[in-house]
């Protein structure tokens, strides 16, 4: 069949040159023309709706089969895709990262297990000698608390990466990814309150971490809301990297403004109490690497998801690294313990 261009440039010559052509011949000619152009735009309606049932399968297919290597993709509307597993090998990089959470979670649990008994000798010990007086500080209360939601959290991530790789519903695949990193946020939140309470000691200002425990509060209120509007509208699904983005921007800024107060207060002690400036030194920087890198990582994810995920850089320098560091630089010192009292952690 000819293109319409061509049937009307032959229709025009028709026209034309035939001047004795009846009017009724002139009539059959235009309902000829009418007719190929109903006939081209019935094809073209065809086409169009062949691509849109083309793009309505893809997408259906998308979120029926999300772990298959050459899809692996989580549909959310026709722009907007997230990737939840990677797409190319995931199985070794699950792996080797599952095994090296595994080995800080173990050692986190004995760590967590020793703190606790030596604040419990502390605290018996202190009632004996003492009178009842307390012997347990407040750092040594938020240290045995921070490393505590560390192993929680590492434990968080070790039952939902199975879950992620081989369950099919994508709302546990979205728990499944960021549970855990509200987690490790409401760790790295006890760490920056912790640093505002030293900026206060050190100045002598009253500071009041009720409104954090107010919004950490709010913050997982919010989390499950959106958890359950995600079984009703998938769209709800990218709020909850939005929710997770505001809460780095909001520590990435408080660790910001502190850090530097403390820094410029912890001078004059550099001498005597070295080597405890130096890990609070580089703890802070270890803070804001990583709620900067969250910061950008879960942003990209709201304005523009990635075509692939990249488990290292997202679980492992992110989550695995930073905590293992943590657990290392926290741990208790036996030596100073036992010249304190009958088990102190070190400082």
Known sequence: MPPLYEHDRNLEHIIKTSQSTSSAHLHQLFTAHQRLGAVAMSAASSSVG???????????????????HDINATSITSTVIIRVTPHYDYFISWSCLWVGFLLAAIVAAWQVYREQRILKVRAATADIEHG???????????RCTFRSLLLLAMVARLISMPVMIWSDPLWLQFVGDTLPEMIFATAWTLMVTFFVQL???????????????VIQA?????????????LVNSVASVLLYALLCCIY??????????????????KPSLRSHGSLVYRLYLCTGICFLVFFGRMVGFACVVIAAPQRVYWWINYGVLELVPAVMFLFLMNPNPNRAERNSPGTPSD
Not at 132 to 142: C, L, N
Not at 249 to 264: N, Q, V
């Open 218 to 230: 709010t913050a997982y209120i919010l989390y499950t809301i959106l958890i359950l509007l995600e």
């Open 132 to 142: 009842g007086a307390e012997a347990i500080s407040s750092a040594d209360r938020t």
């Open 249 to 266: 921007a909001a520590l990435l800024g408080s660790i910001t403004y502190f850090a530097p107060k403390l820094m410029s207060l912890l």
């Open 50 to 68: 062949d691509s849109s049932m083309s793009t309505d399968d893809e997408f259906r297919t998308l979120r029926n089969e999300p772990h298959r």
């Open 199 to 213: 900026v206060g000691s050190a100045t002598g200002s009253v500071t009041n971490t009720d409104a954090s425990v």
